[in-house]
């Protein structure tokens, strides 16, 4: 593997099938390259692993040209993203100045409830991981959590 190319990880969701996960080669050794993947999350790869192989996909490739991480996502001051366990929606983490959000240098971290659109900023990044995993910040969310019923099923 190469600084910059794109490998993919294939494996098996159970429930929702075979998923694949992307990532770009950030460094590159003898015996071992890093890998940054979508998620945000870096770790080492054994050169002998054969579940990581490089993408085909003609589009993938082109994303690779675009600076990263946005090459992933298209969301600039992206930085990582969970499906919550409580409420099944993808809560991310930005850098609120890189993504262009209305900030105050005081709360440069902002979390995002994808599916509703709620944002809420924080002073340090740990703050902001902690509340991607509860999402009470996002009233849609919140009610969810809490066990009220939507809106749509009363």
């Known amino acids: 593997m190469k600084v910059r190319q794109i490998v993919q990880y294939q494996y098996d969701t159970g429930a929702r099938g075979l998923s694949t996960l ?7 050794g003898e015996k071992t390259y890093t890998v940054r993947w979508e998620s945000g999350i870096r770790n080492r790869v054994q050169r002998t692993n054969t579940l990581v192989k490089l993408t ?8 690779a040209a675009k600076p990263f991480p946005e090459a992933f996502r298209g ?7 969970r499906i919550n366990r409580i409420t099944k929606t993808e809560i991310s983490l930005y850098d609120a100045d890189k993504a262009g959000l ?16 709620s944002i809420m900023m924080f002073a340090s990044k740990s703050a902001a991981r902690y509340h991607m ?8 969310c919140a009610k969810t959590i ?3 019923p939507d809106e749509d099923e009363s």
Do not use: M, Y
């Open 133 to 140: 995993a509860v999402p009470e910040w996002c009233s849609t």
């Open 102 to 117: 209305e900030s105050d240098p005081e709360n440069p971290w902002a979390t995002v409830c994808e599916a509703h659109g």
């Open 75 to 81: 969301r600039a001051g992206f930085i990582e993203s």
């Open 146 to 148: 809490n066990g009220e």
């Open 56 to 63: 085909t996909d003609k589009e993938l490739l082109q994303e």
């Open 22 to 28: 992307l990532g770009i080669v950030e460094k590159a």
